[in-house]
C-alpha cells in the first residue's frame, strides 16, 4: 500500500552482500545525526537549567525589585512600603540598609556586605528563612538583657572567619568617627545567632544580617532605610511594575528591576546558548554529509535499476522522491534516536552527574568555581522542536543534490553496455 517510490527507496536501505560498505556508511550517518541531535538537546537543556537556577538563586537572595531615593536614604518607609504593595502585581515589600563593613573574629579576618533587615517582613520578598540552616530569623529581633545582638552569616563566610553557632563576631565600619587623631573606624560586637546556605559561593561568602535597628544604631544613620526591596508576582513584568512604581511615588525616587541589575549576566548565558547551537548543529552538518555521500555512492550503484526505471515511465520527479525519501529515513530515525536518547539524559541529568562524581571522586560544578554545586537540567519542549525540525530540514537539504543527480541520469548512457 506505500507509494512506490518510497517503497523502493526502503529497499534501498536494505543493503545485499556486495553493498555492505554503503550500508556501513549509512548507519554512520544514523550515528551522526543522532549523536548531533541527543547533543543539543542535552547541551540546550543544561544551559537552560544552569539559567533557571541562576535566577531563581539571584531573586531569592535579591529583590526584585528595588526601590531607592536620589540624595540619601528613605525616612518614612514603612508609609512607603504601604503605598508600594498596593500598586498591581506587587506581591510585598520591605526596608532594608546595605553597607559594606570588615568581619573580626578569633579565626581571622573578612570583608563582607552587611544587610539591616526588618525580620518580619524579609520572608515576604527573599528566601533567606528558607536558607537559613542553624539559628532562625527570628533571632534578629530578640534581645535578650546583657547579650550581644544576633547576627546571621553566609555559611563560607562563617568558615572564613572560623565562628560557630553562638560565637562573638566584631563588625567593623570605615564609615567611623572623626576624632583628634584622625577618622576612626566604628566598631561593634554581635553574636552569631544564624547560619544560611544560598547555593551561590558569592552570596555565601560575602553576606552578614542584622537587624534593621541594629544596623541603624550602628551606622548612626537614624530611622532611616537604604532603600526598598520589592517582590512581584510576575517576575518578567518587573520593568513596567518599577515603571507603575516610578509614576505613583514620583520624584525623588526610582526605581531598579532585576534584569537590568543582571543584565550582563543572563545576556551573556543567552548569547552562550545561542553559540552552543551552532557549533553543536556543525555535528548533524556533518552527518549531512555522510548522508550525501552515501546517496552519491547509490546512485552510481543503482544507475542500471534508475536507468531501467525511467525506460518503464519513471517521471523525474519520482525518481528524485526515491533518494530523498532514502535520505529523509535516515534522517527521521537518527533524529528519533537522538531525541530520545538526548531526552533520557537531560530529565536524569543530576542521577548521572552524581554517579560520575562517584566513580571519579570530584566534582562537576565546584561550589567555589562556579555560581552552582550541581549540574541542572530544564528540557524546554520549544527547543527540542527546533533542533527536531532542523535536524530533519538539514538532512532534507542533503538530499537535493543526490536526488538530482539521480533524476538526471540518461538511461541509454546507462543501459549501453549492460
Known amino acids: 500500500m506505500l507509494p512506490y517510490e518510497l517503497f523502493i527507496s526502503l529497499r534501498y536501505l536494505k543493503a545485499k552482500r556486495k553493498q555492505t560498505f554503503i550500508s556501513i556508511i549509512t548507519f554512520i550517518s544514523i550515528l551522526g545525526v543522532m549523536l548531533g541531535v541527543m547533543a543539543l538537546i542535552v547541551v540546550l537543556a543544561v544551559m537552560n537549567g544552569f539559567e533557571h537556577e541562576l535566577r531563581e538563586k539571584i531573586l531569592g537572595t535579591n529583590a526584585h525589585i528595588l526601590l531607592l531615593r536620589y540624595g540619601g536614604g528613605i525616612e518614612d518607609y514603612f508609609e512607603v512600603v504601604n503605598r508600594v504593595e498596593k500598586v498591581p502585581g506587587v506581591r510585598a515589600a520591605a526596608p532594608f540598609i546595605y553597607a559594606q563593613v570588615m568581619l573580626s573574629s578569633k579565626g581571622g579576618v573578612a570583608g563582607a556586605v552587611l544587610r539591616g533587615?526588618?525580620?518580619s517582613s524579609e520572608g515576604k520578598v527573599s528566601s533567606l528563612p528558607q536558607n537559613i540552616k542553624e539559628g532562625?530569623?527570628?533571632?534578629?529581633?530578640?534581645?535578650?538583657?546583657?547579650?550581644?545582638p544576633g547576627i546571621i552569616l553566609g555559611r563560607e563566610l562563617a568558615k572564613n572567619l572560623g565562628?560557630?553557632?553562638?560565637d562573638p563576631v566584631t563588625v567593623i565600619s570605615p564609615l567611623g568617627d572623626v576624632s583628634p587623631l584622625g577618622m576612626a573606624p566604628r566598631v561593634k560586637r554581635f553574636r552569631v545567632t544564624g547560619i544560611f546556605e544560598s547555593g551561590m559561593f558569592d552570596y555565601d561568602s560575602t553576606l552578614a544580617y542584622i537587624s534593621l535597628a541594629s544596623a541603624q544604631k550602628f551606622l548612626r544613620i537614624g530611622d532611616v532605610a537604604t532603600a526598598i526591596e520589592i517582590k512581584v508576582k510576575d517576575i518578567y513584568k518587573?520593568?513596567?511594575?518599577?515603571?507603575?512604581?516610578?509614576?505613583?511615588?514620583?520624584?525623588?525616587?526610582?526605581?531598579?528591576?532585576?534584569m537590568e541589575m543582571n543584565k550582563n549576566l543572563f545576556s551573556a548565558l543567552r548569547?552562550?546558548?545561542r553559540?552552543?547551537?551552532?557549533?553543536?548543529?556543525?555535528?548533524?552538518?556533518?552527518?549531512?554529509?555522510?548522508?550525501?555521500?552515501t546517496l552519491i555512492m547509490v546512485v552510481m550503484e543503482k544507475s542500471r535499476d534508475i536507468a531501467?526505471?525511467?525506460?518503464?515511465?519513471?517521471?523525474?520527479?519520482?525518481?528524485?522522491?526515491i533518494f530523498v525519501f532514502e535520505g529523509l529515513i535516515v534522517g527521521l530515525v537518527g533524529t528519533f534516536l537522538g531525541s530520545v536518547l538526548g531526552l533520557l539524559i537531560a530529565f536524569n541529568m543530576e542521577g548521572i552527574s552524581n554517579f560520575v562524581e562517584r566513580l571519579f571522586g570530584f566534582k562537576i560544578l565546584p561550589g567555589d568555581v562556579y555560581y552552582i554545586s550541581q549540574l541542572p537540567s530544564r528540557v524546554d519542549s520549544l527547543d527540542v522542536m527546533v533542533v527536531v525540525c532542523v535536524a530533519i530540514g538539514i538532512s532534507l537539504l542533503a538530499t537535493i543534490y543526490p536526488a538530482w543527480k539521480a533524476s538526471s541520469l540518461d538511461p541509454a548512457e546507462a543501459l549501453r553496455y549492460e
Open 136 to 148: 532562625s530569623i527570628n533571632s534578629l529581633s530578640r534581645s535578650e538583657l546583657g547579650q550581644l
Open 275 to 293: 553559540v552552543m547551537f551552532i557549533l553543536l548543529s556543525l555535528i548533524i552538518g556533518v552527518a549531512a554529509f555522510n548522508i550525501i555521500c
Open 238 to 258: 518587573a520593568r513596567s511594575i518599577a515603571e507603575k512604581i516610578e509614576r505613583e511615588l514620583g520624584v525623588p525616587y526610582k526605581t531598579r528591576d532585576w
Open 163 to 166: 565562628v560557630f553557632l553562638d
Open 271 to 273: 548569547m552562550e546558548k
Open 308 to 321: 531501467i526505471l525511467k525506460s518503464m515511465g519513471a517521471k523525474r520527479s519520482s525518481i528524485m522522491k
Open 117 to 119: 533587615i526588618d525580620p
